[in-house]
């Protein structure tokens, strides 16, 4: 979807990072980027033991294996703060939208760095002078227990720091957004060439072997919000977290803050059809103009 929205122009995509330390993680976005012509883009990757080990996978190593990339696991990517660092510091002020599918593991380590070769401005300095928002999936609003909050819990400290620390706005996409959306089969008409149909086939037919490839849109929501707005989507609600240590919270609706969080407005059907669309859409092919 992003790469799709990138095509027509509707954003330009600075880097990317991923927040779990399986070794096929950062290999699996490369491929997906070469795919859409886009190799050239940075990927970057906790390092020291920060963000969150998973032990398996049912669809990294296969996708890694069988698609063209240029990174050969984790260890070969950057460390994914000291790129946030890099790109921050070459851009407009105020100009660059975080979005975090994931754990907040690399926002904490953004937010602790100190001053270096890159930017004399802390980690917190940076983001609060070139970041103009964060758009964060994760949290089951507006009262959560933590019990499926996977994208907070399965690294608390990190996600309870960056939350509590960020010094910029932050838009909440909960899983009661995306968790009532499904899309995925319109994949399997595909080439077979798109590594995406291919992490799709492998995860849907390990959770589902009746062969139904719908998923729930979780991230493609949070995606596709990232890049576009509320539009005719969604709604906004301004408020605040009281997040817990255990990343519990409730929700605090309130004017003036710099927190927000999205609520569901579009007939679901209608909005999943969209995000289909661009799932499915082909790569385009770049000139070095416009890469």
């Not at 906790?46 to 696991?73: Q, T, W």
């Not at 589902?208 to 991230?219: I, L, R, S, V």
């Not at 579009?266 to 661009?278: A, D, F, N, T």
Request: include cysteine.
């Amino acid at each position: 979807m992003l790469h799709a929205m990138a095509d027509e122009g509707e954003v330009l995509i600075l880097g990317m990072a991923v927040s779990s330390r399986y070794p096929m993680s950062a290999p699996v976005v490369d491929a997906i980027n070469t795919y859409y012509n886009r190799a050239d883009i940075p990927i970057g990757a906790p390092k020291n033991g920060c963000g969150v080990y998973r032990g398996d996978s049912v669809f990294l190593n296969k996708v890694a294996a069988e698609f063209p990339h240029s990174i050969s696991s984790n260890e070969e990517a950057p460390d994914a703060a000291a790129l946030y660092r890099k790109i921050l510091s070459r851009e407009e002020d105020d100009s660059v939208r975080i979005c975090t599918i994931g754990y907040m593991s690399n926002l904490e380590n953004l937010l602790k760095s100190p001053p270096d070769d890159i930017s004399f401005l802390n980690g917190f300095e940076l983001v609060a002078k070139k970041v103009s928002e964060w758009i964060c999936m994760g949290g089951n609003f507006p009262v959560d227990t933590a019990k499926d909050n996977v994208n907070f819990t399965r690294d608390a400290s990190a996600a309870v720091y960056t939350i509590r620390n960020w010094p910029g706005k932050i838009t909440f996409v909960g899983r009661e957004i995306g968790h009532t959306i499904f899309a995925g089969n319109v994949l399997k008409d595909t080439s077979a060439a798109n590594p995406v149909r291919r992490a799709y086939e492998l995860h849907r037919s390990h959770y589902n072997p009746m062969g139904d490839w719908n998923h729930h849109t979780a991230d493609p929501s949070t995606v596709l919000y990232a890049v576009r707005g509320i539009r005719d989507y969604w709604k906004e609600e301004t408020g605040y977290i009281v997040l817990k240590d255990d990343c519990s919270f409730q929700w605090k609706k309130a004017q003036g803050t710099k927190q927000k969080r999205l609520i569901p407005k579009m007939e679901r059907s209608m909005l999943g059809r969209i995000m289909e669309e661009l799932m499915v859409r082909l790569p385009a092919v770049l000139t070095n103009d416009s890469s």
